[in-house]
């Protein structure tokens, strides 16, 4: 499942156990279920804390590319995760992660699109919220699977793969990632990376 979206999963158990045709009805069905999948997620916040945990350097690194030069005087960071909005935020909060992230520009896993068209989409929503241009060369993806890598090339995105235990590094650079790094404890070294993939042509 690693890299795929909640309405990717959705579809393809409805395709496989009941009888829902692949259009409208599909789509319809993914807003409910994306609506209790939020709310289950919500009562089970306390273990969510006391049995998940943030990747080491975390917080460091999204405060420090917080303050990295961007389109808007600054770096714009949001999310592009198979998961609901909802579920995203509360993920993100229960470990405070939350303060340097846009969620109103993200791309979501309950939107009906692939990942790659995704980052398209995020990028939009950012140029529309920002009033300024948001170029592909200038947006890059921090990934942690192959299917991830794929989408930030789909989507016009430099790639930075974090080898965080689902994917090998060996695994993120045959997939095709721009950058590799094990994991988010050298906040310079991501910094620097991210410098160089948005500087270069």
């Given at each position: 499942?690693?890299?795929?979206?909640?309405?990717?999963?959705?579809?393809?158990?409805?395709?496989?156990?009941?009888?829902?045709?692949?259009?409208?009805?599909?789509?319809?069905?993914?807003?409910?279920?994306?609506?209790?999948?939020?709310?289950?997620?919500?009562?089970?916040?306390?273990?969510?804390?006391?049995?998940?945990?943030?990747?080491?350097?975390?917080?460091?690194?999204?405060?420090?590319?917080?303050?990295?030069?961007?389109?808007?005087?600054?770096?714009?960071?949001?999310?592009?995760?198979?998961?609901?909005k909802p579920n995203a935020v509360?993920?993100?909060?229960?470990?405070?992660?939350?303060?340097?992230?846009?969620?109103?520009?993200?791309?979501?896993?309950?939107?009906a699109y692939p990942k790659g068209?995704?980052?398209?989409?995020?990028?939009?929503?950012?140029?529309?919220?920002?009033?300024?241009?948001?170029?592909?060369?200038?947006?890059?993806?921090?990934?942690?699977?192959?299917?991830?890598?794929?989408?930030?090339?789909?989507?016009?995105?430099?790639?930075?793969?974090?080898?965080?235990?689902?994917?090998?590094?060996?695994?993120?650079?045959?997939?095709?990632?721009?950058?590799?790094?094990?994991?988010?404890?050298?906040?310079?070294?991501?910094?620097?990376?991210?410098?160089?993939?948005?500087?270069?042509?």
């Amino acid at each position: 499942m690693a890299g795929r979206s909640e309405s990717e999963i959705f579809f393809d158990a409805l395709a496989l156990n009941a009888e829902v045709s692949a259009g409208g009805e599909a789509e319809r069905l993914l807003k409910p279920f994306s609506a209790e999948l939020a709310a289950a997620l919500a009562k089970r916040r306390q273990d969510l804390v006391a049995q998940g945990r943030a990747l080491p350097g975390a917080a460091a690194a999204l405060a420090a590319v917080a303050k990295l030069d961007g389109p808007v005087d600054k770096t714009v960071q949001t999310v592009l995760t198979g998961s609901s909005k909802p579920n995203a935020v509360l993920k993100l909060r229960a470990f405070g992660l939350d303060p340097h992230v846009d969620f109103d520009i993200g791309g979501y896993g309950h939107e009906a699109y692939p990942k790659g068209t995704l980052i398209r989409v995020a990028r939009e929503r950012a140029s529309g919220k920002y009033e300024t241009a948001f170029g592909e060369p200038g947006t890059v993806y921090i990934a942690d699977s192959p299917r991830d890598v794929a989408a930030a090339r789909i989507g016009g995105a430099r790639s930075l793969a974090v080898a965080s235990g689902r994917a090998s590094a060996a695994g993120l650079r045959d997939a095709g990632a721009d950058a590799v790094l094990p994991d988010l404890a050298d906040t310079a070294m991501l910094t620097a990376l991210i410098g160089r993939l948005t500087a270069a042509p």
